[in-house]
């Protein structure tokens, strides 16, 4: 099954942060922007599988447009894919 959840992109000093913000404390780093969102989608995925260990109860997803970006933020909605009951990471 995959989950979709809205991230968002930071510049740093020395590479980028992506925050995936309805999942609390998830995020992911990179040198260049597509280290940091592949960081992110592999956080997000660990993130979710911890979650439904408990519970299948995942965040509601904020919509794209509800998102207020400051200077220098761009937006995106991530694609978490997750492995099916076997697979090996």
């Known amino acids: 099954m995959t989950y979709y959840y809205p991230a968002i992109i930071r510049k740093k000093e020395e590479g980028y942060r992506v925050d995936v913000i309805d999942l609390e404390g998830c995020f992911g780093e990179g040198k260049d ?3 940091a969102l592949e960081d992110a989608r592999h956080a ?4 979710l599988l911890v979650e439904s260990e408990d519970s299948m109860n995942f965040p509601k997803q904020t919509h794209l447009d509800d998102i207020k970006l400051k200077d220098g933020e761009e ?10 009951e076997g697979w090996d990471e």
Do not use: E
Request: hydrophobic share 45%; glycine share 6%; charged share 25%.
């Open 33 to 35: 922007k597509q280290d």
């Open 44 to 47: 997000g995925v660990n993130w």
């Open 75 to 84: 937006k995106t909605m991530l694609a978490f894919l997750m492995p099916k």
